[in-house]
Every structure is written in C-alpha cells, then in structure tokens.
C-alpha cells in the first residue's frame, strides 16, 4: 500500500499507509483537525522493478570492474597504446608480451614468438 503524508496543525507530519481508491482524509485521524495532503514521490527501490533492477546490478558490476582496470588503462594511453577496452585492462597491462596483444585485448598463448611465426606464415 502507499504511504499518504500529510500536514497537522496539531499532530504536525502524518504519514499513512492507505489504498490508492480511498478518498483523501480531510480531517487528522488522530484530533479531527483539518489537514493537506503533501505530495511527496513514491519510494521504489530498483530492485522492486524487475525491469530495471538487472541493468542497474549490470552498471554497478561494471563501475567495480572499471575503478580496478581504469588506472591501467589510463597508464597504457600515456605510453601511447590504444588498448581496445576498459574492461581487463589491468589483466592485459600485466600479462601481454606485445602491443598487439594490448590493442587486440587478447592474450596468446604462446606470446610474442607465436604471433611473430604466425604473421611470417602469413607473409
């Protein structure tokens, strides 16, 4: 049910929990004083709207994963290095042998000798 707020002369704030087809109070159910109903926004959490409550664990997931890969990524922008995404920056930082490992995102298995072969291979 929704929570009604509404101003007393007597009884100040009052805050009631009544069905959305009952007629707005005109008097305090407390001193029979007259009172205004206060608008006030409805109180919903997003994980009460299942529509909504998915997206926002995904945007948190992804705000924690970018405050640990976000200094990595920013570091291999200043060495001039593009890396291809935020996310697994720090993996990639740690971990590539060469900078296309870097720009790809990818790591390979048998690092830079193996692409080097690979792209002989190809030439």
């Not at 608008?39 to 009460?48: K, Q, R």
């Not at 997931?61 to 890396?83: C, H, S, V």
Request: aromatic share 6%; proline share 8%.
């Amino acid at each position: 049910m929704p929570t009604y707020r509404y101003l007393c002369p007597k009884c100040n704030t009052i805050e009631l929990h009544r069905s959305i087809y009952d007629v707005p109070l005109v008097r305090c159910p407390f001193c029979s004083s007259g009172v205004i109903q206060v608008l006030t926004p409805p109180n919903i959490a997003a994980a009460a709207t299942p529509n909504k409550s998915g997206s926002v664990n995904l945007i948190n997931q992804t705000e924690a994963r970018w405050d640990k890969d976000m200094p990595a990524y920013k570091r291999l922008r200043a060495d001039g290095i593009q890396p291809s995404r935020i996310d697994g920056a720090a993996q990639i930082e740690s971990q590539a042998e060469t900078r296309f490992e870097v720009e790809s995102g990818s790591l390979h298995p048998g690092g830079a000798k193996q692409i080097e072969s690979e792209i002989a291979k190809g030439a």
